[in-house]
């Protein structure tokens, strides 16, 4: 099923951030589509979260060394 066996989050894949993102956003789609059917809301809120989750970790994953880096250089000029 899966035909990009080597897209984990820790390797340097080609774009393994891309695949959060789109997998995120789709469980928030089919989060948002349980919500409307009453009996499924809480599945539906559930997946939301995870889908939230997913694209906020994939950008943490992209950016965190990034701005830990402007957060020392900024320190370091002794700049507020």
């Known amino acids: ?12 894949s080609p774009r ?3 695949t ?3 997998s995120g ?5 089919v ?3 349980f919500m409307l059917t009453i009996a499924l809301s ?5 997946m939301m979260i995870g889908g939230g989750a997913l694209i906020v970790a994939a950008f943490i994953s992209r950016g965190g060394r990034q ?4 957060a020392e ?3 370091e000029q002794g700049g507020s």
């Not at 099923?1 to 340097?12: A, C, I, L, Y």
């Not at 701005?67 to 402007?70: H, L, Q, T, Y």
């Open 16 to 18: 393994p951030r891309l």
């Open 25 to 29: 956003a789709l469980l928030i789609i």
């Open 73 to 75: 250089h900024r320190e």
């Open 1 to 12: 099923m899966n035909s990009t066996p080597h897209n984990q989050p820790g390797e340097n």
């Open 42 to 46: 809480a599945i539906g809120i559930v």
């Open 31 to 33: 989060g948002v589509l």
């Open 67 to 70: 701005i830990r880096n402007e």
């Open 20 to 22: 959060w993102i789109i």
